[in-house]
């Protein structure tokens, strides 16, 4: 899906839930959508500043949390304490750099043989979290 029919979902999910659709809103998504760092709420705050200077931290924060609630984002889980956000709703996996803390969504070929169901749980999606150092730390 391109970023322009996923603002139209948006849209379509806030008309849905009675939600208010403000250009603050849609820009809070737009940002999560187009970055590829799965950014905590004060990174997205200080990119929409730039173009909002009137929004505040609480209502990124806010944001943030509606998308959670309507399933258009969801948070990296991770060992790390800051909570990130992520708008790939796709089976991804991840890399974590443990220098720098940079988060990036990986794909590989090699395959993962995991079974369909361990001593009774049943596995619907499989996501993977690989650590180690990212390019820019690297040198
Ligand atoms: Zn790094
Ligand atoms: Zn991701």
Redesign the pocket.
């Known amino acids: 899906m391109d970023i322009k029919a996923q603002l139209e979902l948006f849209v379509e999910r806030c008309k849905e839930k009675k939600l208010k659709i403000t250009p603050q809103r849609i820009a809070v998504y737009e940002v999560l959508l187009r970055s590829k760092e799965?950014p905590t709420v004060e990174e997205i705050y200080n990119q929409i500043k730039e173009k909002y200077p009137y929004v505040s931290m609480a209502t990124v924060y806010r944001t943030v949390e509606i998308l959670e609630n309507i399933g258009l984002v969801k948070r990296?889980c991770y060992w790390g304490n800051s909570t990130r956000y992520?708008a790939?709703l796709e089976e991804?996996h991840?890399f974590i750099c443990i220098k720098c803390g940079s988060?990036?969504?990986v794909s590989f070929n090699g395959n993962i043989n995991i079974p369909r169901e361990i001593d009774g749980y049943t596995i619907n999606s499989v996501a993977v979290n690989m650590y180690g150092i990212c390019p820019s730390c690297k040198n």
């Open positions: 799965h990296v992520d790939n991804h991840h988060i990036r969504d």
